[in-house]
C-alpha cells in the first residue's frame, strides 16, 4: 500500500490535472491534524504557503474546519486570504464570527474588499458590526457600500497614496514610505491641495530618477487619465488597458478624489465581462452568483425567457414549410437539403456575430461603421456562398438532378449571405437602440436565418420548378 504524501512536504500544483483531488486530498489531512490537536504543524504548512492555494483548501473543508485553520494564521494575511474564497464562503465565516473578530478581520482588509463583504451581510448584521469599527472606517465603509453594482465606485478601493505638490522628491520617497503598508499600490502617487481635487499624478520611477530637492509639482503629470466614480466599471477595465496604467484615480461630481481602479480589479471587472457576453451570447440571462452555486430555480430562470420566445419565433419555419406543402410533395428530394442550407445559414450569421459583437465591445469597430461593414459582410458572404454552392451542386444532382442542384446552389447563396448580414446587422442594431450588442446571440441569429432560409428555399424552389 502506498504511504500518503506527508502534509508538510505537499505543494500545491494548479496546472496538475488532478490538482483538485490533491486540494482535497490536502484539506483532509489538515482537518485530521487540527482534530488531533496538532495545529503547530498545520500553521506550519500555511504560512507555507499562498494565501490563494491556502483559499482552495479552505474551500473543500466544513466552515468550522476552515475557521479553525484560518485563525491559525496571522491577521493581516486572514484579511487578504478572505479576498480569494468565494463570496458564499466568505458570508459563511463572517456569520460565524463574533462581532468583535468579524471588526477586527474587516478592520485588517483592504477597503474595497471590506465594502464588498459588507454589502454581503444582511441589515442585523450589518447595523451590529459598524459601531465595532472606527469613525473613520464607518465612514468609509458606508461610502464605498453607496456605490451602485454596476459603477466603477462599486469596484474602487480608498488605499491610495497621495502626496502634495509643494514636497520635495526626498520627502515624497518618506511619505509614500509612510503610505506602503495601508496603499493598495505606491507605484503611482496622487498629487492633491487641500481639498483632495486632483491636481497631478507620478510614477514612483520619476521621483526615484529626480533630484532630492527638486519639487514634486516640476514633474508630476498635470493632465492625468481618470474615471468618475459613477461610470460604468467595463469602463474603467477599458482605460485601464488603452493607457497601460497600474491603476486609475476616480473623482465624484465635484472633481475630488474618492479612490482608485487597481488593474487586478479592472481585470476581475473584464473577466465578469466577458462572462456576462457569454451568458448573452447563449441567450443566459444574468446570473448573480458562481454557476456551481446557483440555485435550479435561477439557473431555470436565467435560461427559460429566451427558450420560450425563441420557440414561438421557430413556429414561422413550421408554417413557411407547410405553406409550401405542395412543392415539397412534388420534389421530396428538397426535404434532403432543407438542414443543410438552414444549419448553413445560421453558421454564418452566428460567425458574423459573433465577430462584430467582441469588436464592438473592443471599439475595434464603432456603429457608425456600420454602411462600410455591411458591404463589405456582403462580398464576404457572397464568396462563401458561391463556395459553399459549389461545394452541394454536385450532392444536388445526384440526390434530384440538375434542377435541383440548381434550387439548391441558388439557395445556399443566398441564405448565407442574408444569414451574414442579420448576423453582422442585429449588433449594431442593438448598440443603436442602448441595448448590449452580445444580445445579438447565437441562438436568436439562427433562428432569424432559419425562418428566413426556409422561406427563401422553398419559394426559390417554387420559381425554378414551375411549380
Do not use: C
Amino acid at each position: 500500500m502506498t504511504k500518503p504524501t506527508p502534509l508538510s512536504e505537499f505543494r500545491f500544483d494548479p496546472d496538475a490535472e488532478d490538482s483538485y483531488i490533491d486540494s482535497a486530498f490536502v484539506a483532509l489531512e489538515i482537518v485530521r491534524l487540527l482534530r488531533e490537536g496538532d495545529t503547530d504543524s498545520v500553521a506550519e504548512f500555511l504560512n507555507a504557503q499562498e494565501l490563494a492555494d491556502v483559499a482552495a483548501y479552505l474551500e473543500e473543508m466544513e466552515i468550522e474546519d476552515a475557521l479553525t485553520a484560518m485563525r491559525l494564521l496571522p491577521l493581516h494575511e486572514q484579511a487578504e486570504l478572505i479576498g480569494y474564497l468565494r463570496p458564499s464562503s466568505q458570508l459563511v465565516i463572517a456569520t460565524r464570527m463574533g462581532r468583535r473578530e468579524l471588526a477586527k478581520l474587516m478592520s485588517a482588509m483592504s477597503h474595497d474588499e471590506r465594502a464588498d463583504l459588507y454589502k454581503q451581510l444582511d441589515e442585523d448584521a450589518q447595523e451590529a458590526l459598524l459601531p465595532a469599527l472606527s469613525k473613520a472606517e464607518r465612514e468609509d465603509l458606508r461610502r464605498l457600500a453607496a456605490y451602485e453594482e454596476w459603477t466603477v465606485g462599486s469596484v474602487m478601493t480608498s488605499d491610495y497614496a497621495t502626496l502634495k505638490p509643494g514636497m520635495t522628491a526626498a520627502e515624497a520617497l518618506e511619505a509614500l514610505r509612510a503610505q506602503a503598508l495601508e496603499a493598495e499600490t505606491v507605484y503611482t502617487a496622487y498629487i492633491v491641495d487641500d481639498d483632495r481635487h486632483l491636481i497631478g499624478v507620478l510614477d514612483l520611477r520619476d521621483i526615484l530618477i529626480a533630484r532630492s530637492r527638486q519639487r514634486i509639482a516640476e514633474i508630476m503629470d498635470t493632465e492625468p487619465v481618470f474615471i468618475r466614480a459613477e461610470a460604468e466599471q467595463e469602463e474603467a477595465a477599458r482605460m485601464i488597458a488603452r493607457y497601460d496604467l497600474i491603476a486609475l484615480p476616480v473623482l465624484d461630481r465635484e472633481d475630488k478624489l474618492v479612490g482608485i481602479v487597481t488593474a487586478d480589479d479592472a481585470m476581475d471587472v473584464a473577466a465578469d465581462e466577458v462572462t456576462e457576453d457569454f451568458h448573452k451570447g447563449s441567450t443566459v440571462g444574468p446570473i448573480e452568483t458562481s454557476v456551481a452555486e446557483a440555485t435550479i430555480m435561477v439557473l431555470y430562470k436565467a435560461r427559460i425567457y429566451w427558450l420560450v420566445l425563441l420557440v414561438f419565433g421557430n413556429i414561422f419555419s413550421g408554417a413557411g414549410i407547410a405553406y409550401f406543402e405542395d412543392t415539397i410533395a412534388a420534389h421530396l428530394s428538397l426535404l434532403f437539403f432543407l438542414p443543410l442550407l438552414i444549419a448553413s445559414g445560421g453558421n454564418a450569421g452566428t460567425q458574423s456575430a459573433t465577430l462584430m459583437v467582441r469588436a464592438l465591445a473592443t471599439d475595434d469597430v464603432r456603429p457608425s461603421d456600420f454602411g462600410w461593414l455591411l458591404m463589405r459582410e456582403a462580398l464576404i458572404a457572397l464568396a462563401l456562398g458561391l463556395t459553399m454552392a459549389v461545394a452541394v451542386a454536385g450532392i444536388g444532382v445526384w440526390r434530384g438532378g440538375p434542377e435541383i442542384a440548381a434550387v439548391v446552389a441558388t439557395a445556399m447563396v443566398l441564405i448565407v449571405l442574408f444569414g451574414a448580414l442579420i448576423g453582422m446587422s442585429l449588433p449594431f442594431i442593438f448598440a443603436r437602440l442602448g441595448r448590449d450588442p452580445a444580445a445579438a446571440s447565437g441562438p436568436l441569429v439562427t433562428s432569424l436565418a432559419d425562418v428566413l432560409g426556409v422561406l427563401m428555399y422553398f419559394g426559390i424552389a417554387s420559381a425554378l420548378l414551375d411549380i
